[in-house]
């Protein structure tokens, strides 16, 4: 089973930028897509990147494409999510996780085909 476990969160101004690492423990035969995804409070889960396990292929919301970019290093099982142009609407836990499920595009997928979650990590956007 993998294990996200995330990084980087914090206060920042608006306009301001923030990094986000994720690394994922454990092992499986299979690759998988890693995800970020945020959670503001009385909201539901949504997707904020994507990044297929090539790397080839990324999905991004319109709320956050242009400003957020997502990048992996296979080699240290670690997710990055560089956010610049941060506005306060970005407030929120951010969270990754890993999906081994096949056959779906990065478009169509959502955080319910995501499995083990980390707890997270805080992102404040002042304003």
């Known amino acids: 089973q993998l294990q996200p476990v995330e990084s980087g969160g914090g206060l920042v101004q608006a306009g301001g930028s923030l990094r986000l690492s994720c690394t994922v423990s454990?092992?499986?035969?299979?690759?998988?897509?890693m995800g970020w995804f945020r959670q503001a409070p009385g909201k539901e889960r949504e997707t904020v990147a994507l990044?297929?396990?090539?790397?080839?292929?990324?999905h991004y919301p319109d709320s956050v494409k242009g400003r957020f970019t997502i990048s992996r290093d296979n080699a240290e099982n670690t997710s990055y999510l560089q956010m610049s142009s941060l506005k306060p609407e970005d407030t929120a836990v951010y969270y990754c996780?890993?999906?081994?499920?096949?056959?779906?595009?990065?478009?169509?997928?959502?955080?319910?085909?995501?499995?083990?979650w980390g707890q997270g990590t805080q992102v404040t956007v002042s304003s």
């Open positions: 996780s890993a999906s081994i499920r096949r056959g779906l595009t990065l478009e169509s997928m959502t955080y319910k085909d995501f499995g083990s």
């Open positions: 990044i297929s396990w090539d790397g080839r292929f990324t």
């Open positions: 454990g092992s499986t035969s299979r690759p998988w897509t």
